[in-house]
């Protein structure tokens, strides 16, 4: 419930903060995606990238030869399953990247010398499955796997270029029309460092040359699956061959076939053998006569551990497995039983004297439907540490049944799993394991375990699974204090108890996966705690509180749980130490809001900081100075200053304009303008100022022309000015030095216009600084200090803002214009503006 409502706030709450965001700090995004962009995220397993951008899979495409025109970024390519018979020089030319090649079950017969010859980066080729009817020649210097096997070539006769593999580890090979081993088909590898062979095809070898084998000398496991019912002889040299090497793993895959009368002993190799330690027999059919002679040769050979997968057994002897008193000792110490079909219908016969396995320390009896454990036997292999009967049909009373005495079972276990069985009774389990003194840990998942009675559980046992059984959330209140290590996974728990520290005081794993578990609540408390599973729960979030309870805690996995991407996962996502985490980050994926479902949680950095408000105002901040700087940068090198200025200039003459609107509707001027200019600027004057504003309509009154000649140059001016609407200046060295003593005293005289009287407009055709002027004009310094002034611009584009300007100032101003005015200056203005930028 707390979750539903949890979920729905943010739904209808996200877009908003998204919306709001956007256009505040978007350049931040950009930058992030950037970042995120760059971030290499490749991974490597194995050999060769997995990456999906460099795999291509064609198989199955029914191809009839080799695709062309594969990008070149190809390193992983499957055409398995098509119908390719051949490769040639130049089909596989544009892969220069090529790191793993699969051509199986294609029907191959060819592979020229030359084939590979563009793609020196091979390190995993399998052509299995195929008809080669020769072992190719291979020129590929990275080579690491090499998989022939199941191919039609008459010989295991490696071609010499097999010398040059010296990084090849892993080779497969295999014929069924090669039945003969000769010492000179391995010798090209003798000189490499081959790790692993995998050999035959489940056919019977017709001749082994002694020394083929040996000669491989830094092999360390071996994959044999080769028949053998006539010729043990060829088992024993082999055998004897992979002894003289490191192999220390040998597995023999059907090793006899099923129909196969054995009279000799095929295993008495086994006596002479030094370095071998584990035998794997896999996929065999092997008789209780066939097994006793088996183990009469491991107890005295090296063998530590010996493994049976997936066997068929089958009492051919009338007391079944009789095994009498040896007088060696054994190296056993690992036995594995896992997969028997039984031939007969009755319960499989032991006789074996327990002295014999004195050493044996792992026990594996699975999947062999046992439903009552031989107790007597098994229970009294006093080394015996680990037991796993899983995947077995027992209860109760199979494992703990009437002939068992409860005395001495399992003297030195510590480990049993009874996982995959039919166990019951948890109380019943509790009690009985009060006879095992040492064990320590108990699997009792994949059962169908219940509860409800009392639990008593022996202080020394500390790791119990009980996952995959159905218990629900009571659970908890049946298990022991001393338990370190519980699994819990699956089995129907919905909340974590709040007192779970002070039930399990020295918990310190806890696997709780597969639960519909919906929080992690905020004030649990485990100090011990090192590892937590809670993946595949129901968890939307995971809060640095909730992690606050486990300040020991060194393993989380949390992974497939339907995370909401907002801000209650803000501190997971940002702030939280991910290299604890397991999973991360493939398993952990957004499921609200909506629109971000199914997003990996890794990538989910677009909103992290609307959740921190903080952060945010230092970064909108940090952008605004940015921002402001930039600006400041833009206006300086584009002359915004200057343009700054003409604004300034414009919006004074506009807002003067409303005001003085009335004195100009009812005084009557002969002139827009009065200019006055020294003689050393006429052409200037006569060339632009002139033209360009009598062709916008204004009236001038220009000092001498329109001066009355005769007249004193003072009375000139009073009449000029007094008939003007504006007096216009034309400053510069020139005038200052020539015209301005006139003004200096007409000002004087007529006190009337004050300096801060609009009607005087100044041009600065050159930089005048008012310090430079002489103090005696005194009139000039106050005007020029106190007066905006506009400036003769060189730039073009500046001087259309210019006459825009001194025009605006000039025109005899109509109070139904002013408004349309403006809109038109500025429509003006702006272009003249832009274009610069
Ligand atoms: C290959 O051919 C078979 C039969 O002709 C057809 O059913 C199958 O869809 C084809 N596969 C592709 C990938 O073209
Ligand atoms: C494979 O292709 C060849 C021709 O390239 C054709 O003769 C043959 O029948 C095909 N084999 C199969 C199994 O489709
Ligand atoms: C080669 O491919 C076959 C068929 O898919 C597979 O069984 C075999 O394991 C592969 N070999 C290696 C070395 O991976
Ligand atoms: C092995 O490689 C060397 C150097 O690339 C080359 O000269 C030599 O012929 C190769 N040997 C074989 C048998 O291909
Ligand atoms: C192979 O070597 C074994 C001893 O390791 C010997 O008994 C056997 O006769 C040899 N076989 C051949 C064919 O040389
Ligand atoms: C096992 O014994 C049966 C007879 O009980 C025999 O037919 C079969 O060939 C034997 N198989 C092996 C692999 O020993
Ligand atoms: C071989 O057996 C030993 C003893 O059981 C075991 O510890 C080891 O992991 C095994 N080695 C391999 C390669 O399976
Ligand atoms: C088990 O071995 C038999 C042969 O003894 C084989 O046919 C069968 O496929 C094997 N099963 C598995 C699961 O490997
Ligand atoms: C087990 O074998 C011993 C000899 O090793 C024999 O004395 C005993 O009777 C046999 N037990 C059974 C139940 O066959
Ligand atoms: C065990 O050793 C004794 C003598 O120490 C000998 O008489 C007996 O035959 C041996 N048994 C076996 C099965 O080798
Ligand atoms: C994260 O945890 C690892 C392993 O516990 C540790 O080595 C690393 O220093 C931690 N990183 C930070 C940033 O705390």
Excluded at 537 to 566: V, W, Y
Aim: charge should be neutral; glycine fraction near 4%; charged fraction near 20%.
């Amino acid at each position: 419930m707390y979750a539903y409502i949890m979920n729905s706030l943010f739904n209808t709450y996200k877009p908003f903060y998204l919306q709001r965001m956007s256009s505040t700090i978007w350049p931040v995004l950009i930058s992030c995606l950037l970042l995120i962009l760059l971030k290499a995220h490749g991974e490597e397993v194995g050999y060769c990238s997995t990456l999906t951008e460099h795999t291509k899979d064609l198989s199955n495409n029914n191809l009839t030869r080799m695709p062309s025109h594969l990008s070149n970024s190809i390193e992983y390519l499957d055409v398995s399953h098509n119908n390719i018979s051949s490769i040639v020089h130049g089909d596989l030319s544009g892969l220069t990247h090529l790191c793993s090649l699969k051509v199986t079950h294609c029907g191959l017969q060819y592979i020229s010398p030359d084939a590979f010859s563009s793609n020196s980066e091979i390190k995993i080729l399998n052509i299995s499955y195929n008809h080669l009817k020769v072992i190719p020649n291979l020129h590929l210097p990275q080579l690491r796997i090499l998989d022939l096997s199941t191919n039609l070539y008459p010989s295991y006769a490696l071609p010499d270029s097999f010398g040059n593999l010296s990084y090849l580890s892993i080779l497969a090979i295999s014929s069924k029309h090669a039945t003969s081993v000769n010492v000179k088909d391995f010798v090209p590898l003798q000189n490499g460092h081959l790790k692993k062979i995998l050999f035959g095809d489940g056919t019977e070898l017709q001749n082994y040359e002694n020394g083929s084998f040996s000669q491989l000398k830094s092999l360390q496991e071996v994959v044999l699956k080769v028949t053998f019912c006539q010729r043990f002889d060829i088992f024993s040299d082999m055998i004897m061959d992979f002894d003289q090497t490191q192999t220390k793993k040998i597995q023999l895959v059907k090793l006899f076939p099923d129909q196969c009368t054995i009279k000799t002993d095929p295993f008495k190799a086994f006596k002479d053998l030094r370095v071998l330690s584990n035998l794997s027999i896999v996929d065999t059919w092997l008789n209780s006569s066939v097994m006793v002679k088996l183990f009469k040769n491991v107890w005295k050979s090296s063998f530590e551990e010996t493994e049976f997968l997936n066997i068929t057994y089958n009492e051919d002897t009338p007391y079944g497995f009789w095994l009498p008193k040896q007088n060696h000792t054994t190296n056993l110490r690992s036995f594995v039983l896992d997969g028997v079909n039984h031939r007969q219908y009755h319960y499989p016969t032991f006789n074996v004297s327990m002295e014999l396995v004195n050493k044996l320390t792992y026990l594996k009896f699975s999947g062999t439907g046992m439903n009552i454990l031989p107790c007597n036997l098994i229970s009294a292999i006093k080394s015996l540490q680990v037991l796993d009967l899983s995947n077995n049909l027992l209860e109760e009373s199979g494992f703990w049944w009437i002939g068992c005495s409860s005395h001495k079972v399992f003297p030195a276990l510590r480990k049993l799993s009874l996982s995959h069985n039919r166990f019951k009774d948890l109380a019943e389990i509790a009690k009985n394991v009060n006879n095992m003194k040492f064990l320590e840990s108990l699997d009792l998942s994949f059962n169908s375990i219940t509860t409800g009675k009392p639990c008593f559980w022996p202080p020394h046992l500390i790791e119990l699974s009980l996952s995959h059984n159905n218990l629900g959330n009571n659970v908890f209140h049946y298990l022991s204090p001393y338990f370190q290590k519980i699994d819990l996974s699956k089995t129907g728990i919905s909340v974590i108890p709040l007192n779970i520290m002070s039930l399990f005081p020295r918990l310190t794993y806890l696997y709780l996966s597969f639960n519909s578990i919906q929080v992690i609540p905020a004030d649990l408390r485990a100090p011990m705690l090192v590892s937590l599973h809670i993946d595949q729960n129901a968890i939307t979030f995971i809060s640095q509180k909730s992690m606050e309870g486990f300040p020991k805690l060194r393993t989380l996995k949390a992974g497939h749980n339907p995370f909401s991407c907002d801000c209650d996962s803000f501190w997971f996502m940002t702030v939280y130490n991910k290299s604890l985490l397991s999973d991360w980050p493939q398993d952990y994926s957004c499921s609200t809001p909506p629109s971000f479902s199914g997003r990996r949680l890794e990538t989910y950095e677009r909103g992290w900081l609307s959740c921190q408000p903080g952060l945010q105002a230092a970064v909108v901040l940090s952008v605004l100075s940015v921002v402001g700087v930039a600006l400041a940068i833009i206006v300086y090198a584009c002359d915004g200053i200057w343009y700054t200025k003409m604004l300034w200039v414009w919006i004074r003459v506009k807002r003067r304009g409303y005001k003085r609107a009335d004195r100009l509707l009812n005084a009557t001027f002969r002139y827009h303008a009065f200019i006055s200019y020294s003689q050393h600027d006429s052409t200037w004057v006569g060339s632009q100022l002139v033209p360009e504003l009598e062709r916008s309509g204004l009236s001038l009154c220009v000092h001498e022309r329109d001066f009355e000649p005769g007249k004193w140059i003072v009375d000139n001016i009073i009449h000029c000015v007094e008939d003007s609407y504006k007096s216009l200046f034309i400053l510069s060295k020139h005038f200052v030095q020539s015209e301005w003593c006139n003004y200096e005293l007409f000002f004087a005289q007529h006190r009337a216009i004050s300096v801060n009287d609009d009607s005087l407009v100044f041009v600065l055709l050159e930089p005048i600084p008012a310090d430079s002027l002489p103090k005696k004009f005194l009139k000039l310094r106050t005007l020029l200090r106190r007066k905006t002034y506009l400036e003769w611009p060189a730039d073009e584009r500046k001087q259309r803002v210019f006459w825009c300007n001194l025009k605006a100032i000039l025109q005899t101003v109509d109070q139904s214009k002013i408004l349309k005015d403006v809109a038109t200056d500025i429509a003006e203005m702006c272009p003249l503006v832009s274009v610069k930028e």
